[in-house]
């Protein structure tokens, strides 16, 4: 492997008056398509988790992570770091830097090492406090007072350039109904496989692959995952389901192994031959974000050999992450729905497949056991 470019210098900023000259233009640079984050840490907090929270948030999603983990601890930092690698994220600018504890400021630094991420501290006094000047005694670094410097490591290089699409238009409040979701909660069961496979690409012979999103639907759909979860697994199961159109379990079979981000393949398995069987699904453009978040999240907190989607046991917050970005499989009539109106039902391509083999004769069903 070629050898880490090495990490920018972390840039000090003394706005020493406290000017809000200073805050103004770094909020203004705060633009997550173009690669800017200004995080704005909330106020009367000094833990190290609400100050991952507040980055979660300035990245645009919930700053809880649904689930249990490990010791009560959310890993809010380790998702943090994945959406940051993942991302074009090229430049974070923390304000009230002067605020930060010693161990915040060494938080920053550790997430800047395994991003390299342009880190920038703004400290709204004339001289560094001590606990910032312990957490920099290890960093390479660099300090200005002047407004237009400051204003150039705000942004970037150039300054001026033309704003990305942010959000694409239509209200997110509308459900999209997609097809591609019929099977999430199918009753199938496959298991990952214990010895090494390498899966043939999928040949769809015993279904219709899921319909490609069209390029708006797959926008509107990137853009409501990345707000409706900061857990990448999660959001990197749904995008999974609309191009693969697996079931919770069989996506359940795929590991860190199974994902090739050069390739752009990730392989599900299937060695019963539930569905298709072992094989490999080529992972869209617009879905490649999460797969790459949840690969990085998986490495930080679970391992190789952990699941690098959402576990079988992830069922409720994974339908939750789904319906809390509006999207579902197609529903019932009104006179075949089991629920109240407006509660979304998952198993309704189940329960019509069902339907259909009970009133297949008996006589025929003996036949095809033959």
């Not at 400021?105 to 991003?115: F, I, N, P, W």
């Not at 009753?187 to 069209?214: F, G, N």
Request: glycine share 4%; with cysteine.
């Amino acid at each position: 492997m070629p050898p880490a470019p090495p990490l920018p210098s972390v840039t000090v900023i003394l706005d020493r008056h406290d000017d809000m000259l200073h805050t103004h233009t770094a909020l203004a640079a705060h633009h997550p398509p173009s690669g800017r984050i200004t995080l704005h840490p909330g106020p009367g907090t000094t833990s190290e988790t609400g100050l991952a929270h507040d980055l979660l948030a300035a990245l645009g999603k919930p700053p809880l992570l649904p689930g249990r983990f490990p010791g009560g601890r959310q890993p809010a930092w380790e998702a943090a770091t994945a959406w940051l690698t993942a991302l074009p994220v090229t430049r974070l600018t923390v304000l009230r830097a002067h605020r930060l504890t010693a161990r915040r400021t060494m938080r920053l630094l550790q997430l800047q090492a395994r991003t390299g991420i342009h880190l920038t501290l703004v400290c709204h006094r004339p001289h560094l406090p001590a606990a910032l000047h312990q957490a920099l005694r290890t960093a390479d670094y660099s300090v200005t007072a002047d407004i237009e410097a400051a204003r150039r490591h705000y942004y970037g290089t150039p300054i001026a350039e033309p704003p990305p699409a942010d959000e694409p238009a239509g209200p997110a409040s509308r459900w999209l109904t997609l097809p591609a979701l019929d099977r999430l909660v199918s009753y199938d069961s496959p298991r990952p496989c214990a010895d090494p496979c390498a899966p043939p690409p999928i040949a769809w012979r015993h279904r219709p692959p899921p319909a490609p999103l069209t390029a708006p639907t797959a926008q509107r759909v990137a853009h409501r995952l990345h707000a409706a979860t900061a857990h990448p697994r999660l959001a990197a199961a749904v995008a999974a389901a609309l191009f693969t159109g697996a079931s919770l379990q069989q996506l359940a079979t795929a590991r860190l192994r199974d994902y090739d981000d050069a390739a752009a393949m990730l392989a599900l398995h299937d060695r019963a031959r539930y569905t298709d069987g072992c094989a490999a699904y080529p992972v869209p453009p617009w879905a490649s974000v999460f797969l790459r978040a949840a690969a990085c999240f998986t490495r930080l907190v679970c391992g190789e050999d952990q699941e690098l989607l959402a576990a079988p046991g992830d069922r409720a917050h994974l339908l939750r992450v789904a319906e809390a970005a509006r999207l579902r499989p197609p529903q019932p009539p009104a006179a075949r729905r089991r629920g109240p109106v407006g509660r979304v039902e998952w198993d309704w391509h189940e329960r019509q497949e069902a339907e259909r083999y009970e009133a297949v004769p008996v006589n025929r069903v003996r036949a095809s056991r033959r």
